[in-house]
């Protein structure tokens, strides 16, 4: 199969990835997924910070993700919203020993603060992204995202945790959350609740699965997974679905994990 991919002409490409998105973008996938987090949720905020969140944490072993990701959903008393708009600084300490890798509770507490800052001062997260959209990538949003983010008083090292798709990063945990929140896929995976954004402007969260994926089928050439390589991977995603690149995202990781292809 992997010699037979090389060969596929971009009608056959599509075909090929078009059935493997019908396959792998169904409910049937929320249950080994960390997008099960937000959608535990109902309210539009609670969804989007969940999300957030969740995407942020989400690198190295998925089911240590998923656990993680539901303990802060329990530090933040299952109402994330809530406890962003109206948390006290005593709130704030039973974050501190919360750890995933190399986010610890200082960067959670530091979170918690800019999030506050982004819905009361600037409408929320959908619309900070939405206010420096462009007409055909999100990576220059994505980059103002990040200054808004940390405009307030924060830790350095805390910055590393939001990527910038202008310092060379393919910023795959920004561009997933994206996809979720974003991209209406019909099937109940993806929530498609920011309505200000087209699901055109969308990148692929890159990542080792999906590049290497995308190597095999001669949609990328670039050996690294950073910016450059995400640009030329979404110019390719586009020319099979200009309207809806990233649907090829759930191909691309699921040929790479549940397939070994």
Same mark, same amino acid.
């Given at each position: ?9 971009q009608?056959e ?8 998105v019908?396959?792998f973008n169904?409910p !049937?996938?929320i &249950?080994s997924?960390?997008?099960q ?5 109902? %309210?539009?905020e609670?969804? @989007? $910070?969940a999300g957030?969140l969740?995407a942020?944490?989400?690198w ?8 993680n990701?539901n ?6 008393d ?5 406890f962003?708009?109206?948390h006290?600084e005593g709130?704030?300490?039973?974050l501190l020993p919360?750890?995933h890798?190399?986010f ?5 507490v530091?979170?918690?603060k800019?999030?506050?800052?982004i819905y009361?001062?600037h409408n929320?997260?959908?619309a900070?992204f939405? !206010?420096?959209? &462009? ?7 994505i980059?103002?995202? %990040?200054r808004?983010?940390? @405009? $307030?008083?924060h ?17 795959k945990?920004i561009n997933?959350?994206?996809?979720w929140m974003v991209r209406?896929?019909n099937t109940?995976?993806?929530?498609g609740?920011?309505k200000s954004l ?7 969260p890159l ?6 994926v995308a190597?095999?089928l001669?949609?990328?050439d ?8 995400l640009l030329?991977?979404?110019t390719?995603?586009?020319?099979l679905d200009k309207t809806?690149?990233?649907k090829?995202d759930?191909?691309l990781f ?7 292809f």
């Amino acid at each position: 199969m992997k010699e037979q991919s090389k060969r596929l002409n971009q009608q056959e490409l599509k075909e090929f990835l078009d059935a493997k998105v019908y396959e792998f973008n169904s409910p !049937k996938f929320i &249950d080994s997924d960390p997008i099960q987090i937000p959608h535990q949720f109902s %309210k539009k905020e609670d969804i @989007e $910070i969940a999300g957030f969140l969740t995407a942020t944490i989400a690198w190295g072993n998925r089911k240590s993700i998923i656990n993680n990701a539901n303990k802060l959903m329990t530090l933040l008393d299952h109402s994330p919203y809530d406890f962003i708009i109206n948390h006290t600084e005593g709130d704030l300490a039973k974050l501190l020993p919360f750890v995933h890798r190399t986010f610890n509770g200082d960067d959670c507490v530091q979170f918690i603060k800019s999030l506050q800052h982004i819905y009361k001062n600037h409408n929320g997260l959908e619309a900070v992204f939405a !206010k420096h959209a &462009d007409n055909a990538f999100l990576q220059t949003s994505i980059s103002e995202f %990040k200054r808004t983010f940390f @405009e $307030i008083d924060h830790l350095k090292r805390t910055e590393k945790h939001v990527s910038d798709p202008l310092r060379k990063s393919a910023a795959k945990r920004i561009n997933m959350f994206l996809r979720w929140m974003v991209r209406n896929d019909n099937t109940g995976v993806d929530f498609g609740i920011w309505k200000s954004l087209s699901p055109a402007l969308l990148s692929c969260p890159l990542d080792v699965h999906s590049g290497n994926v995308a190597r095999k089928l001669g949609l990328l050439d670039r050996k690294q997974n950073d910016a450059k390589a995400l640009l030329e991977l979404d110019t390719n995603l586009r020319k099979l679905d200009k309207t809806d690149p990233v649907k090829y995202d759930f191909a691309l990781f699921g040929l790479g994990v549940f397939e070994g292809f």
